[in-house]
């Protein structure tokens, strides 16, 4: 996805002067990616008295919609303005964030380097990657205008929002029936358009059509608009199916540079190869754990702000256990003096 002017534009500023206690030239950790996974790390450590630097690219996925759902206390609420509350929030606890990219990640002793588009060089003692993933739609013209809007992917975003609406479900493959079924209970106006996914089995068309639902096995050649408000879909033949709504399957694409460069393993999943990590995020290299779309590609916001809280946690809890063997060593020498 391209299209859009939708960043984030937070301040470079650095936070008042910090009260921490000076840690060397590294940071406790740096996050990179400042969505909710990240931010929701970043809030937790900075609270917990860490050097946290986040550095952060500044377009969170679902930038395009301007509206999010299924989280609590802020359903409907714009994705903008809640990752830029996350930005204050940090900044407020003390906390570092950047508007950079982060190009290179590179382990070095007891620690990581990052290197960002300038140039700059940070190092810390772990590193969260939280750097999400990115929607890649059917090339069908008009769709990427739409998206967010008009076009959308995730029925438990945006499914309540069509209740009894004229829907299309724009299939992306066979599998993807089950999103139809999903989609059906928010409408009995559904038109499921088949041409990209191939030949649906016999049983699933003859389901569908049991469930009521229409199957359009013509191919799509454009989405249909009056002004900026998606009216329908025109097939082939020109053809217009008029619709409130499309249901989209984009392939998903998870951002994980910083993992891949630092040999990080990663699973097969049904929606294609992702970081393999435990249930407190760490992924297979120590020290270094993924978050968030970048881990998980069913993270929605408030799963993301759950991954990034649960690392953050077991980040610390490191943190302080190495603080803790330390000390403990520091002692034992000044006692054997
Ligand atoms: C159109 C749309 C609508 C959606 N609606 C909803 C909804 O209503 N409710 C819901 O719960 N979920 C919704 N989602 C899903 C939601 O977008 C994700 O759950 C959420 O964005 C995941 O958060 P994240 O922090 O993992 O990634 P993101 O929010 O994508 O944040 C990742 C951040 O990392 C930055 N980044 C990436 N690479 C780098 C790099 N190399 N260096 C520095 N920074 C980098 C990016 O610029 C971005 O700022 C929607 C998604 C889409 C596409």
Known sequence: ??????????????HRTSTLPPSGDRWDVIIIGGGAAGLSAALILARARRRVLVLDGGQPRNRFAPHMHGVLSRDGYSP?????????????????????????????????????????????????????????LPDIPGLVEQWGR?????????????????????????????KAHMILPYSPNLTVFTALAGPLSADDRR????????????????????????????????????LDVVFAEPALVPLDDPLRQLGAQRV??????????????????AGVWAVGNAANPGALVPIAMGSGATA???????????????ASAALAEERKG
């Open 207 to 242: 389901l569908l059509e049991h469930r009521g639902v229409r199957l359009e096995d013509r191919a799509v050649s454009r989405v249909v608009v009056d002004g900026d408000t998606l009216t329908g879909l025109a097939l082939e033949d020109d053809t217009v199916v008029p």
């Open 150 to 178: 008009g076009v959308v992917a995730c029925p438990y975003c945006d499914g309540y929002e069509a209740t009894g609406r004229a829907i299309g479900v724009l299939l992306g493959s066979a599998g993807g029936v089950h």
């Open 312 to 326: 953050a946690l077991t980040v610390n809890g490191e943190l302080i256990a190495e603080e803790v063997a330390a």
């Open 80 to 136: 903008i303005d809640l990752v830029n509350d996350g930005y204050h929030e940090v900044r407020a606890a003390d906390g570092v964030i950047r508007n950079t990219r982060v190009v290179e990640t590179r382990a070095v002793d007891d620690g990581f380097d990052v290197v960002t588009d300038s140039g700059a060089v940070e190092s810390a003692r772990r590193l969260i990657v939280a750097t999400g993933a990115r929607d890649v």
């Open 268 to 285: 097969d999943s049904p929606m294609g190869q992702w970081a393999e990590v435990d249930a407190f995020g760490r992924t297979s290299v």
């Open 1 to 14: 996805m391209t299209s859009d002017t939708r960043t984030i534009t937070g301040s470079d500023t650095e």
